[in-house]
T-cell receptor, first 110, second 113 residues
Framework: GDSVTQMEGPVTLSEEAFLTINCTYT??????LFWYVQYPGEGLQLLLK?????DKGSNKGFEATYRKETTSFHLEKGSVQVSDSAVYFC?????????FGTGTQLKVEL | DAGITQSPRHKVTETGTPVTLRCHQT?????MYWYRQDPGHGLRLIHY???????DKGEVSDGYSVSRSKTEDFLLTLESATSSQTSVYFC????????????FGDGTRLSIL
């Protein structure tokens, strides 16, 4: 079946460091791809999305590019802040359902 | 924020008791979903609904039932709670259009002793 694989966490970075969180998917066809963020004690919030190959989703300094050839949707940010500390989930969508990765915890320190 | 309210937000109960969680939306979206979140598993779909009285199973539906008698309400019931159902439960909604993201409630933390 469809699955999403994310890099294991936690990822610990210093403020202003560059962030990459890897995500690969296995769906056939052309699923939509999403990144969600979850802050402590809260639900998931949509961070960005891409619906077709080579699309780049971006929001709040984060970006991810839909790479069909490598079935990847890696999340990047050029300079992280302490307030970016959260759990990040990659997801693929098709048929009005989503399949999530297991989440990657990001900790940003001063 | 999408208008999604989950109730209760926290609940502690005993093994063998029935439990019902409620999800209420004000967006008039067609699709509603129940997930559970557990360490190491991410979010797993329990059941979902694609309209009033129209529901289907997700990947971890055993031990759970759902009902949707109105567009705005989606209930999740544990008929006889077990300790393995201790989890954080999230409701999500999405409109009836392709490639649309889901929007999530703030979750219900359920502990079964």
């Amino acid at each position: 079946g469809d699955s999403v694989t994310q890099m294991e966490g936690p990822v610990t970075l210093s403020e202003e460091a560059f962030l990459t969180i890897n995500c690969t998917y296995t769906a056939t066809g052309y699923p939509s791809l999403f990144w969600y963020v979850q802050y402590p004690g809260e639900g998931l919030q949509l961070l960005l999305k891409a619906t077709k190959a080579d699309d780049k989703g971006s929001n709040k300094g984060f970006e991810a590019t839909y790479r069909k050839e490598t079935t990847s949707f890696h999340l990047e940010k050029g300079s992280v802040q302490v307030s970016d500390s959260a759990v990040y989930f990659c997801a693929q969508g098709g048929g009005n359902k989503l399949t999530f990765g297991t989440g990657t915890q990001l900790k940003v320190e001063l | 924020d999408a208008g999604i309210t989950q109730s209760p937000r926290h609940k502690v109960t005993e093994t063998g008791t029935p439990v019902t969680l409620r999800c209420h939306q004000t967006e008039n979206h067609r699709y509603m979903y129940w997930y559970r979140q557990d360490p190491g598993h991410g979010l797993r779909l329990i059941h979902y609904s694609y309209g009033v009285k129209d529901t289907d199973k997700g990947e971890v539906s055993d031990g759970y039932s759902v009902s949707r008698s109105k567009t705005e309400d989606f209930l999740l019931t544990l008929e006889s709670a077990t300790s393995s159902q201790t989890s954080v439960y999230f409701c999500a909604i999405s409109p009836d259009r392709d490639n649309q993201p889901q929007h999530f409630g703030d979750g219900t933390r359920l502990s079964i002793l």
